[in-house]
Structures are given as C-alpha cells and as structure tokens.
T-cell receptor, first 114, second 115 residues
C-alpha cells in the first residue's frame, strides 16, 4: 500500500492556460474522488468514479473541468481556460468500494493561476 | 442538503491540556459522521467515523468523538494534547450518493498547541 499519489504537487499557470492533474489511487481501490479546497475552507466534492464510470458530478464542476479514469486505475482532472478563481488545492481520494469504506486522501495539487 | 458547522476557527491549548473541538451537523436522515486531520503539506487523514452503534467512537492518536443526536453534534475530544497534534481538523457529514458516501466538510478548526 503506497498510498494515493498526485502529480504535480504544485502548478503555477497563467490565466487562460489549460492544466492537467494526475491521481494514482491505492492499488485495487475501485472508487476515486476529486475535491477542491480553497484557503480557509474544507474540501468540496467535485466528482467520483467507480472503476472507469463517472457516477457523480458536483455543480462546482463547470464545463471547463473534465475528469477521466480511462482504465479504472489512475485519473486525470483537466481545467481548460483557467481563471484566477480556480486557484485552490485539488485533492484526490480513493476507497475500496466495500462496506463502510474509508476514503484515503492524497497530498493534493496546489494550483495558482496568475 | 447536509451541512456542517465548526464554530471555532482557531483553538489554542497548552501541551498536556485536554481538547474539545465542536461540530454541529444538519442532515435529515441518519448521519454518517467523520473527523479528519490535515497537517501542512499533507493530505487528509481519517481520525474516526460514526456510522451506527455506540455513540462514543474511538479513533487513532488517542482521539474520541461522541455522537449526540439530540444536539446534532459530533464533538472531538482528546484528554491530553501533544505538540504534534497541531493541525487543521475537519468534521464531515456524509450522504449516500451513487452507491458511495460523499462527505460535506466543515470549514475546519485550526489547533495551535503551546509548549
């Protein structure tokens, strides 16, 4: 069990650019979640996958955001035409999908949009 | 929709003192409740969770929490705080959505520990 990993850990970009983040869940975890955390706030749910199927999307996930999990393993979160309001920590979590499952969080990707 | 209120933005305690962090939730059905801790540069770590059964829940690192339905509360306690407990603490209530439990987090309480 190597834990949830996220790449990159930090990203600085200019407004209008596209960015992509990657999340590698704990192996054999079939559920994967994305959250956004702004300064001074708790994490807010964005979306989640069971295997490769995207089952839930928050209203926070605007048209500029897209998430994929093509083979049911790692996932990517892309933000197109970034805005300054997108600056936040993007957290990924995974769970086994069984019983009273616990979500295990990665260290996050901190995005700064200039 | 569910919500969580953590009324204290910051809490300062001396090392060795007892700790109680407050959490109130709003949810129409039986709540699933969690406490997470987040240290700088780290992801969230689950301290404890309540799904059903005994309303006093034991967690890791010596933490416990008590579910009080009549008060809609799930306060976190520790009898003796260590300097390493300084971190951000988040309470969350989860609703079952699409087969999983999706937590709604409070805004967090920052714990400062004085030597």
């Amino acid at each position: 069990d190597t834990g949830v990993s996220q790449d990159p850990r930090h990203k600085i970009t200019k407004r209008g650019q596209n960015v992509t983040f990657r999340c590698d869940p704990i192996s054999e975890h079939n559920r994967l979640y994305w959250y956004r955390q702004t300064l001074g706030q708790g994490p807010e749910f964005l979306t989640y996958f069971q295997n490769e199927a995207q089952l839930e999307k928050s209203r926070l996930l605007s048209d500029r955001f897209s998430a994929e999990r093509p083979k049911g393993s790692f996932s990517t979160l892309e933000i197109q035409r970034t805005e300054q309001g997108d600056s936040a920590m993007y957290l990924c979590a995974s769970s086994s999908g069984q019983g009273q499952e616990t979500q295990y969080f990665g260290p996050g990707t901190r995005l700064l949009v200039l | 929709a569910q919500s969580v209120t953590q009324p204290d933005i910051h809490i300062t305690v001396s090392e060795g003192a007892s700790l109680e962090l407050r959490c109130n939730y709003s949810y129409g059905a039986t709540p699933y409740l969690f406490w997470y801790v987040q240290s700088p540069g780290q992801g969230l770590q689950l301290l404890l969770k309540y799904f059903s059964g005994d309303t006093l829940v034991q967690g890791i690192k010596g933490f416990e929490a008590e579910f009080k339905r009549s008060q809609s509360s799930f306060n976190l306690r520790k009898p003796s705080v260590h300097w390493s407990d300084a971190a951000e603490y988040f309470c969350a209530v989860a609703a079952r959505r699409g087969g999983s439990y999706i937590p709604t987090f409070g805004r967090g309480t920052s714990l400062i520990v004085h030597p």
